[in-house]
């Protein structure tokens, strides 16, 4: 069974009693659809896989939902701590997505930069509107910064890295997801692209299709899959036997390394990485 709940929640409470009574359990990707139906889960005590990519908050940490994604407030720490210790003399902008992920984020950087005497200039647009962040880029360079920090959700994320590096930016640029780039574009950005996130090897990866992006919305949604699979094939299919399962899920074994939930269903993953995006379209690690 497969529903597109077109990002909003209405279809998504109607894709979920459509298949509630056909499957003991279910993956979902973001955080929209997570939100709309996290106590339809609670309710029914079916458990799902989340990849949800929002605040950390007591909504995604219910008895049911085992969140495939990191703690978002763990990620902008790392992000936040690599911008601290190597741009500490630059003038630092932040491009903030509009979305519950960005305003995690603001807060975490805000906080880190105030340690050692900086202010950011902050930057907000929409975030699935691509001409309203081309318009807000525009006017984030009039400011002239030497590092943007971007972070949000996908679309927005998206139109505005790109938006960026179209404009002839030459300032260092750090996000929080790696994506498919225009190559020439990178390699005429010198002073830069990073991104943090956790490490992990595409090769142990899905090799059936030779198109699989090589990002990290590609790596967890395949682990969401061989985790819940892996579980099923162990345990059954009801519902209740497949929640214990996920709640005891130790070292299991990964793209991402050995991962573990806790039992508040967060996931446990092994190591955070800054990378650099590469002209030739790979990642190299610049810190561990």
Not at 172 to 198: E, R, S, W
Not at 224 to 246: F, M, P, Q
């Amino acid at each position: 069974w497969v529903e597109d709940n077109k990002h909003s929640v209405p279809p998504t409470l109607s894709a979920f009693h459509k298949m509630n009574n056909s499957v003991p359990a279910f993956i979902i990707f973001g955080s929209v659809p997570t939100t709309g139906i996290s106590s339809q889960l609670k309710l029914n005590k079916k458990p799902a896989v989340s990849l949800v990519n929002a605040e950390d908050g007591p909504i995604y940490t219910t008895p049911e939902v085992f969140r495939a994604w990191i703690s978002i407030n763990k990620q902008a720490g790392v992000i936040s701590d690599f911008v601290k210790n190597n741009f500490k003399d630059k003038r630092i902008a932040l491009f903030r997505i509009k979305a519950v992920e960005g305003d995690a984020f603001e807060k975490v950087l805000t906080e880190q930069l105030k340690e050692i005497g900086k202010d950011i200039v902050i930057t907000e647009t929409f975030s699935i509107t691509d001409i309203e962040t081309r318009n807000q880029v525009f006017k984030l360079l009039d400011k002239n910064p030497d590092v943007v920090v971007i972070y949000g959700f996908a679309q927005g994320y998206i139109a505005a890295l790109n938006s960026l590096l179209e404009q002839g930016y030459k300032g260092a640029i750090i996000t929080n997801q790696d994506v498919q780039m225009n190559h020439k574009l990178i390699a005429n950005n010198a002073a830069g692209i990073y991104f943090g996130m956790p490490d992990y090897n595409f090769e142990k990866l899905v090799k059936s299709n030779p198109d699989l992006a090589d990002n990290l919305f590609a790596a967890f949604g395949y682990e969401s899959v061989k985790i819940l699979a892996n579980v099923i094939k162990k345990n059954g299919t009801d519902s209740e036997k497949i929640r214990n399962a996920l709640a005891n899920l130790k070292d299991f074994d990964t793209g991402f390394g050995k991962i573990s939930y806790d039992e508040k269903g967060e996931i446990h993953l092994p190591k955070f990485v800054i990378k650099q995006m590469q002209p030739d379209g790979t990642a190299k690690i610049v810190k561990e």
